[in-house]
């Protein structure tokens, strides 16, 4: 196991590397960089010429990558169009991101595998009919649609509903409240006022994300759990005498685990790289936001960092995926 | 109760399942009885409702499924009793054995934590406990070096192994009933004799009786008492294995011997049974083997055919049984028509 993992962290290097060249040739391709400044009048040709040696754009292709890459191996991500340290704005971006990501993932993982086992414990039942249904209405809703319906039309109006419109309580916008806890204010920085805080502004994106996201888990694991509970070793369980809550859980569940776990832990890494959408209703400042922007604007540091990031964490996550599966199934072997 | 009182009494079984379709009548009025140590033959091809009479047996139909008739454990009805309740019996008075060892054992589970789930399931030990239990039942089911194979995974297994694991895990709480439900399908004719003769070994030690379920002929020839040949989800002939095998008293018990492949190196080819079973859904009015049946006529096609007593313990469900007697050899039956 041990040197599985080393070996893929090694595969992942000359993995990362071809990422990098791929993301190279895409950002370089995003556009000009100071194309404001060539298109704007009387600007001298000499301050056009320093600001592209600023940027090294005056250098050839293959130069720059080499010499981006070998700052970004020491971790240097290099400065922003706007002359801010990039990996500082990255690192910011990923901690609103992975604070949404990590709860509205984790709810969508438990509301949605515990409707796909009831589904399929009892399927053809009511509640299956009605779970398949709403789940199937949820998972062809676009984010879009849930993201401003939710925030448009039910949570201004319940703010407004309840006298709150100016203070609303669902936080409509934004991931926290900007100056929240300074010297002025000391009383807002305890644990209670910023949890608080937190949850008011992350409730209508998590809910958007849980609404898209536990649907297709809940399909998944009602596939994953029919599948086991029509097996042979189910049958000799419940011929051995066992409880039926053991039958699911043990012997059902544990085995549709291995295929569900794989498919959540493959997800998550994806999700890293941002909730685009949900991101920008809600307009939290993450990893979503950073790709935007940065394509926006046509900054290519930033770009690039954001590609690193999220090819890093999509390599990590599959390497966890590969380990969650060998840990849940025996017959996999990883040496 | 003297061991001669029968421990497991099935009488005028039926199961249906309701489908889209229609209703498939999968066992129409199934009857038997074992005793301790008594081995009991289930014999038909598939579809032919051994496994659903098995399977009704246990309770582990789906709930869909219509049960009718009785199934009497000592002095207790198992039809109509709730799951729960049915748990007592499963496993520790009747336990069954599967047909596929490959599938019927949990990937993900050790042999050892199987069985000693099932020693567990009905019997308040310690882990400790169960697991010597585990290896104890290991042994007794042949598997060598069992205090280090009780840690082994069922992919660490061979087929006929984990045939014995599941043997083991069937023996585990000491069953009266013994359900086999083609336990030797899946695996290799050398293992197959080995796993039958451990199969008897054990109805001897544990006191149980077996029910052997096989559309196998040479599975059941040598080692049980008593035979059912099974047909569209109807009992068509019961008799001893000598009864059926020497003097067969009905056409599909002689089409089934025929095509067995019985005399050691001749020639000849097997004879099969031309056609197929009939749907269970619309079932046809007379004897359901009619429409394959060399010796069916009019009365055969409109009456379904009665249980004729051929000889004492020998039944058929046939018309023409008389016929049968007269024949100089009812074995040939299948290849005069051919001819």
Request: net charge neutral; hydrophobic share 45%; glycine share 6%.
């Amino acid at each position: 196991m041990i040197s599985f993992i080393i070996r893929r962290v090694l595969v992942s290097i000359p993995l990362l590397f071809l990422a990098s060249i791929v993301a190279f040739i895409l950002v370089v391709n995003t556009g000009d960089p100071i194309e404001d400044l060539r298109t704007k009048p009387n600007v001298p040709k000499a301050t056009i010429a320093l600001r592209e040696h600023e940027l090294g754009l005056d250098k050839p292709v293959v130069e720059r990558y080499v010499s981006w890459l070998g700052k970004a191996v020491h971790g240097d991500f290099g400065k922003t169009i706007k002359n801010q340290p990039v990996w500082a704005q990255v690192r910011r971006s990923l901690g609103v991101t992975l604070r949404l990501v990590l709860f509205a993932e984790i709810v969508s993982v438990l509301i949605g595998v515990m409707i796909g086992v009831v589904s399929a414990v009892k399927q053809y039942s009511w509640f299956d009919y009605g779970a398949t249904t709403g789940a199937f209405l949820l998972y062809s809703l676009p984010v879009l649609a849930v993201g401003s319906f939710l925030k448009f039309i039910l949570a201004i109006r319940l703010n407004r509903w309840i006298g709150r419109g100016d203070d609303p309580l669902i936080k409509t916008i934004g991931e926290g409240t900007a100056n929240f806890c300074t010297a002025s204010k000391p009383y807002n920085c305890g644990f209670i006022p910023s949890v608080t805080d937190f949850l008011s502004h992350a409730f209508l994106p998590m809910l958007t994300l849980v609404l898209i996201t536990f649907a297709g888990y809940a399909r998944f694991s009602r596939a994953a759990m029919l599948e086991t509970l029509n097996a042979d070793y189910v049958r000799t369980a419940r011929a051995k005498g066992l409880s039926e809550r053991r039958v699911i859980m043990k012997h059902a569940f544990r085995t549709a685990l291995m295929t569900v776990a794989t498919v959540i832990s493959l997800d998550f890494g994806a999700l890293i790289g941002g909730a685009i959408l949900t991101e920008t209703i809600f307009e939290w400042h993450g990893m979503g936001r950073v790709l935007v922007e940065s394509i926006n604007k046509i900054d290519p540091n930033l770009l690039l960092c954001w590609f690193f990031v999220t090819a890093v964490a999509v390599i990590a996550f599959n390497l966890i995926a590969d380990i969650i599966y060998a840990v849940l199934d025996p017959r996999i072997r990883l040496d | 109760m003297t061991s001669l009182d029968p421990i497991l009494k099935v009488s005028n079984l039926s199961v249906e399942f309701p489908t889209d379709d229609g209703i498939v009548k999968a066992v129409r009025g199934v009857s038997f009885e074992v005793r301790p140590r008594d081995v009991l033959g289930i014999v038909g091809e598939s579809g032919c409702g051994k496994s659903v009479t098995a399977m009704a047996v246990m309770g582990l139909l789906p709930r869909t499924a219509r049960v009718t008739g009785s199934i009497r454990f000592r002095d207790d009805e198992l039809v109509g009793l709730k799951p729960k309740e049915m748990r007592a019996y499963r496993g520790q008075k009747i336990a069954m054995v599967f047909q596929d060892p490959m599938t019927a054992l949990n990937p993900v589970y050790k042999v050892g934590w199987q069985l000693a789930e099932a020693v567990r399931a009905h019997e308040d030990l310690t882990r400790k406990q169960a697991r010597a239990r585990s290896i104890e039942l290991l042994h007794t089911v042949g598997i060598p070096q069992a205090e280090s194979r009780v840690d082994s995974y069922p992919h660490e297994f061979s087929g006929g192994m984990r045939q014995r694991a599941m043997i083991a895990m069937a023996i585990a709480n000491n069953p009266d009933v013994l359900i086999a439900d083609e336990p030797t399908t899946a695996l290799d004719v050398t293992v197959q004799a080995q796993i039958l003769e451990m199969l008897i070994n054990l109805k001897d030690h544990l006191n149980a009786a077996i029910i052997l379920i096989t559309h196998d002929l040479g599975v059941v020839a040598g080692i049980t008492d008593r035979m059912q040949v099974m047909y569209a989800g109807k009992v068509v002939e019961t008799g001893t294995a000598d009864d059926i095998f020497y003097s067969p008293r009905m056409p599909y018990s002689i089409g089934l011997l025929g095509s067995l492949p019985s005399h050691a190196g001749s020639q000849e080819r097997l004879k099969p049974i031309s056609g197929a079973p009939p749907s269970l859904i619309n079932l046809p009015a007379g004897c359901p083997f009619s429409p394959r049946c060399p010796l069916a006529d009019d009365v055969c096609e409109s009456v379904e055919p009665p249980q004729v007593v051929v000889s004492d313990g020998h039944v058929s469900a046939c018309h023409h049984v008389e016929a049968l007697n007269a024949m100089a050899d009812p074995l040939k039956l299948f290849e005069e028509v051919a001819t």
